[in-house]
C-alpha cells in the first residue's frame, strides 16, 4: 500500500513546505518533524530496488529530502551528515548504498553548519581520487555543494579553509 501512496506523500510533503511555510511559526511547525520525517526518507532513498521495482520512485524522494532540508535545524543536519559520513566509510557498506549516501550527502552538505562542513570534507577528500568515476563525481558534487554554497557556514567553511582546499585542488589536478 505504501509503494502506491509514495509519490503522493512525497509532493504533499514538498507542498506543506514550499507553499505551507511561509510564515516563521508554520515552518517552526513543520521543522520539528524533520527528526522522523527525515531519517525514513533517507532509508527509502537508500534501499536497493526490489526485484523487477522501477526505480524512479527514488528521484521524488531525493527531492522531498532536499525541500525538507530547507527548513531543517542546522545542528540537525549535521548529525545526519555525520550518520551518512559513517555509513558511507563502513566497509560493510555496498555499492549501491554507498552511491546512495554520497547523493545524500550532495543534499545535505550545504544545510550544515561548518564543523560538519569541514568533517565531510575531510571524509570526502579519499574520494576525489576513487578509480569509480560514479564515487569520484559524487564527491566532486559534495565539494561543490559547500563551496558554492550561499549560505553562511558555507562560505565561511570556504573562507576558513582556502588554502586546504587551494591545495588539494592543485594535487587532485
Do not use: W
Request: with cysteine.
Amino acid at each position: 500500500l505504501f509503494r502506491s501512496l509514495r509519490l503522493t506523500v512525497c509532493q504533499a510533503l514538498r507542498t506543506l513546505i514550499s507553499k505551507g511555510c511561509e510564515a516563521e511559526a508554520d515552518r517552526v511547525e513543520v521543522s520539528r518533524f524533520a527528526k522522523n520525517f527525515l531519517p525514513i526518507l533517507f532509508n527509502l532513498y537508500s534501499q536497493p530496488p526490489a526485484d523487477g521495482e522501477c526505480v524512479t520512485y527514488r528521484l521524488p524522494v531525493l527531492d522531498t529530502i532536499k525541500c525538507y532540508l530547507t527548513i531543517t535545524d542546522q545542528q540537525m543536519t549535521g548529525t545526519f551528515l555525520a550518520k551518512a559520513s559513517e555509513k558511507l566509510t563502513d566497509p560493510e557498506s555496498s555499492e549501491f548504498t554507498r552511491l546512495a549516501v554520497l547523493d545524500l550527502i550532495v543534499a545535505m552538505a550545504p544545510y550544515a553548519d561548518e564543523p560538519s562542513m569541514a568533517r565531510t570534507y575531510h571524509t570526502i577528500l579519499s574520494y576525489l581520487e576513487s578509480k569509480d568515476h560514479r564515487v569520484q563525481k559524487k564527491a566532486y558534487r559534495v565539494l561543490e555543494e559547500i563551496c558554492g554554497g550561499q549560505q553562511e557556514p558555507c562560505m565561511a567553511f570556504v573562507n576558513n579553509n582556502l588554502e586546504d582546499l587551494k591545495k588539494n585542488n592543485t594535487r587532485l589536478a
